[in-house]
């Protein structure tokens, strides 16, 4: 299977909000558990949130409260919607196949190199 593909990120306000999506072509999401990364300029990848093959989700501290990971079968789409952000959340946003039940999800170091999109862009000015 190929890549998802990430969308929806863009320059926004500190406090304002996002809903990033995370697509695929050619084979169906909701087979997978996903996982969403971010990586800010100069810094590690880190884990933020996963939602499991049977839909349970987790958050990272960074996320807790303030954002919400989602399946749309229908659009074969995995959503990250985040509320209230920071400058700290600029960075690039990615998704990725995760382990089925999430499992030590938040380590990039677990996925091949060839698991990782474009990712998208967001910026959040103050």
């Known amino acids: 299977q190929g890549k998802p593909v990430e969308s929806g990120g863009g320059l926004v306000q500190a406090g304002g909000s996002l809903r990033l999506s995370c697509a695929a072509s050619?084979?169906?999401?909701?087979?997978?558990?996903i996982g969403w990364f971010r990586q800010a300029p100069g810094k590690a990848r880190q884990g933020l949130s996963c939602?499991?093959?049977?839909?349970?989700?987790y958050y990272e501290d960074v996320m807790k409260g303030r954002s919400s990971i989602s399946r749309d079968n229908a659009e074969n789409a995995v959503y990250l919607q985040i509320n209230n952000l920071e400058r700290e959340d600029t960075g690039v946003y990615y998704c990725?196949?995760?382990?089925?039940?999430?499992?030590?999800?938040?380590?990039?170091?677990?996925?091949?190199?060839?698991?990782w999109g474009q990712g998208t862009q967001v910026t959040v000015s103050s």
């Open positions: 939602i499991s093959i049977d839909n349970r989700t």
């Open positions: 050619g084979y169906n999401l909701d087979k997978y558990a």
């Open positions: 990725v196949r995760a382990p089925s039940n999430c499992n030590a999800y938040q380590y990039p170091g677990i996925y091949a190199d060839n698991y």
